[in-house]
């Protein structure tokens, strides 16, 4: 591998970001996260080095079915703040992190952890992680949750969220966006992802479930007046 899963967004001042999973061993013996930025259209690009995992980063083998993509989104009020959201081993489980920037992607801070549960208790397998900007700054993330279900990637789930109102350096409370526990979707190809929009007055969530006997998307909206700070 060396490089695949590039994710984008466009600033409001209409700069190109993508972030990508890279490995070179003759540039670092582990596996970075790669951002390029475009002033000019793509004409020409800039490289930074978001992020150089270690081990202890890696998902275990045995959660295979763990999905790790990413989501980078800017804030639309402060063109250099980026957050980008995905799935980690860094805290002793796979939990949902961030990392984020303040000078449009040239230096970075993370991996954040985004979801409260206990640190390193047990398999509590978190993933299938989106986030977005809301028209005032405020950033929301949505993810599947395991922490009240079981261990491993195979265990039922739920849908849980948090905001953050200072470009991730810090997140809210966690709350709970689903309205049932809902059975594992155990399939190999597919179901990578899932939808969270943000407005000035709410969370957006959309999601595979499988809780009807059939796959099918379910919506919820959170309002702010629900949730924690």
């Known amino acids: ?10 600033s409001a001042n209409g700069t190109f970001y993508g972030a990508y999973f890279s490995y070179y061993p003759s540039y670092s013996l582990f596996a970075r996260l790669i951002l390029v930025k475009s002033y000019d259209g793509g004409a020409t690009f800039v490289t930074h080095v978001i992020y150089t995992f270690s081990v202890s980063d890696g998902i275990p083998a045995a959660d295979s079915l763990i999905k790790a993509g990413l989501s980078i989104s800017c804030n639309p009020t402060d063109t250099s703040n980026l957050i ?22 040239k230096t970075w801070n993370g991996p954040t952890r985004v979801n409260d549960d206990q640190v390193g208790a047990y398999d509590t397998c978190h993933d299938l992680t989106w986030g977005s900007f809301a028209a005032n700054g405020t950033y929301g993330a949505v993810w599947r949750d395991r922490r009240n279900t079981g261990r491993g990637d195979s265990a039922s789930f739920q849908i849980y969220g948090a905001v953050s109102t200072n470009g991730g350096d810090s997140y809210s409370p966690n709350f709970l966006v689903s309205d049932a526990v809902s059975p594992p979707v155990v399939i190999l190809h597919g179901d990578d992802f899932l939808g ?7 969370v957006y969530a959309d999601w595979s479930d499988e809780r009807t006997g059939n796959e099918e998307t379910f919506f919820n909206a959170t309002p702010f007046s629900k949730i924690p700070t």
């Open 196 to 202: 969270c929009a943000v407005t000035d007055s709410g």
């Open 84 to 105: 980008i959201t995905g799935t980690s081993n860094h805290y002793g489980e796979p939990d949902i992190v961030s990392y984020n920037s303040h000078d449009a992607g």
């Open 1 to 10: 591998i060396t490089d695949a899963t590039a994710f984008a967004t466009i």
